[in-house]
């Protein structure tokens, strides 16, 4: 694929920017997210920014500061997302339990965390492991890929068609993912 944008980045020297900065960039971000799963999906997505953008690299004189605003500002607009989500979880919680008492709440949630389970007890065995290391454990990609022994790309593939496979489940016995994970998320 031919790209617009004129490599005056070589490749060398971004692995050079990206091997120099990437634990510190992800530690930046996960001192603000406190959480590894954004931490790297931020992260990655802050080194395909600056290798889209790898032109304005030759005119920056401070590299440092350069890539500690881009950090900043990622973080920052991860954080603003992560309130406004939360703001809506709350309203969908608010809406949805309406007329609803504390025993039926937990009563169907717990019917909700049997059909989860029973959903996750259909995936494949490696991808049962993958999920569960990432739900349970609360492992990042790079943790479970080496603890399996694979690579990132695939555990993030097994993880998607892990949610895929639940929600699938879930839409069958006619409960809406949506709601189950507003519950899940709120831990009722």
């Known amino acids: 694929m031919k790209t617009d944008i ?41 080194f395909i920014r600056i290798w889209q953008n790898r032109e304005a690299l030759n005119s920056v004189k401070n590299l440092d500061g350069y890539i500690y605003t881009i950090v900043r500002n990622y973080s920052l607009n991860y954080l603003r ?17 309406v007329g609803y008492n504390d025993t039926e709440s937990a009563v169907q949630v717990s019917e909700y965390k049997k059909l ?6 259909k995936l494949s065995p490696q991808r049962r492991l993958v999920y569960e290391l990432s739900k349970n454990n ?25 949610l895929a496979s639940i929600k699938g489940y879930l839409t069958q016995h006619g409960i ?13």
């Open 81 to 97: 997302k992560a309130a406004s989500d939360m703001r809506l979880t709350n309203h969908l919680m608010r809406v949805a339990v």
């Open 176 to 188: 809406d993912p949506t709601l189950i994970l507003i519950f899940m998320i709120v831990k009722l």
């Open 6 to 46: 004129p490599k005056t980045y070589s490749e060398f020297e971004f692995r050079r920017v990206f091997e120099t900065y990437n634990r510190q960039v992800y530690a930046q971000v996960y001192t603000l997210a406190k959480s590894h799963y954004a931490a790297e999906e931020i992260t990655q997505e802050i």
């Open 138 to 162: 609360d492992l990042s990609y790079d943790d479970i890929a080496s603890q399996l022994n694979l690579s990132k790309h695939t555990v993030k593939n097994h993880l998607l068609s892990a």
């Open 116 to 121: 989860i389970h029973i959903a996750v007890s």
